[in-house]
T-cell receptor
Framework: NAGVMQNPRHLVRRRGQEARLRCSPMKGHSHVYWYRQLPEEGLKFMVYLQKENIIDESGMPKERFSAEFPKEGPSILRIQQVVRGDSAAYFCASSPETVVGTQYFGPGTRLLVL | TQLLEQSPQFLSIQEGENLTVYCNSS?????LQWYRQEPGEGPVLLVTVVTGGEVKKLKRLTFQFGDARKDSSLHITAAQTGDTGLYLCAGADAGGTSYGKLTFGQGTILTVHP
C-alpha cells in the first residue's frame, strides 16, 4: 500500500516564477492537508481539502497561494510569483475519513527560491 | 489560536538512559499525535492517543495523554542510538471547519550517544 506521494522532491525557482507542488494521498484517503516548515520553525498548517472542496484555508497566505484537490488527479499547491521568503519544505498529509487527527505525511517538497 | 509547548527542545543522552519529552497546552485537543522526522524526510506517525488518561506502548516507547486532553508525554526506556531524531507532538482540533487540522509543537531534537 503506497504512502503519500509528493513531487517534485526538490524545486528551484527564480523570484517571480510559479511553483506547482503535487500530492497524491494514500489510497482510500479523501482528506488532504498541506503544511509548511520554514527554516528553524515548526510545521504550520496551511489548508485542508476534500475532493473538489476547500474546507479550511485559514493558514494560507492571502495572496499568491492557492490549492485544489480535483475529482481526478493529485492535490496541487500553487505559489505564484514566488519570493525568497517562500523557500521552505512543503508537506502534504492525508487521512482516512473516520479518524480525527491521524494524518500520514509525504516526504515533502523542498522549494528554493533564488 | 491553539499552541503546543514542547520540551525540552534539545536532549543529549547516553545509550541506555531513559528520557521523557513533554507536550503541554492550555487548549483541549480531540487527539494527540506523536511523530518522528528524519532530516530531509516527512514526519512519520508513531502513535495517536484519543482518550484522556490513555497510555499506549510501542516497544520501548510509552505515550500518555493527560486526563484533560491538554498535555501528553513520550517516554523512551533504555535509549538506543537508533532513537536519534526529531520528535514532534501534534494536537488535532475537532471544532467546526478546523476538523482534523494539526497544531505542532516546536519539536525535540534527541541525540543518543553510544
Amino acid at each position: 500500500n503506497a504512502g503519500v506521494m509528493q513531487n517534485p522532491r526538490h524545486l528551484v525557482r527564480r523570484r517571480g516564477q510559479e511553483a506547482r507542488l503535487r500530492c497524491s494521498p494514500m489510497k482510500g484517503h479523501s482528506h488532504v492537508y498541506w503544511y509548511r516548515q520554514l527554516p528553524e520553525e515548526g510545521l504550520k498548517f496551511m489548508v485542508y481539502l476534500q475532493k473538489e472542496n476547500i474546507i479550511d484555508e485559514s493558514g494560507m497566505p492571502k495572496e499568491r497561494f492557492s490549492a485544489e484537490f480535483p475529482k481526478e488527479g493529485p492535490s496541487i499547491l500553487r505559489i505564484q510569483q514566488v519570493v525568497r521568503g517562500d523557500s521552505a519544505a512543503y508537506f502534504c498529509a492525508s487521512s482516512p475519513e473516520t479518524v480525527v487527527g491521524t494524518q500520514y505525511f509525504g516526504p515533502g517538497t523542498r522549494l528554493l527560491v533564488l | 489560536t491553539q499552541l503546543l509547548e514542547q520540551s525540552p527542545q534539545f536532549l543529549s543522552i547516553q545509550e541506555g538512559e531513559n528520557l521523557t519529552v513533554y507536550c503541554n497546552s492550555s487548549s483541549v485537543f480531540s487527539s494527540l499525535q506523536w511523530y518522528r522526522q528524519e532530516p530531509g524526510e516527512g514526519p512519520v506517525l508513531l502513535v495517536t492517543v484519543v482518550t484522556g488518561g490513555e497510555v499506549k506502548k510501542l516497544k520501548r516507547l510509552t505515550f500518555q495523554f493527560g486526563d484533560a486532553r491538554k498535555d501528553s508525554s513520550l517516554h523512551i526506556t533504555a535509549a538506543q542510538t537508533g532513537d536519534t531524531g526529531l520528535y514532534l507532538c501534534a494536537g488535532a482540533d475537532a471544532g467546526g471547519t478546523s476538523y482534523g487540522k494539526l497544531t505542532f509543537g516546536q519539536g525535540t531534537i534527541l541525540t543518543v550517544h553510544p
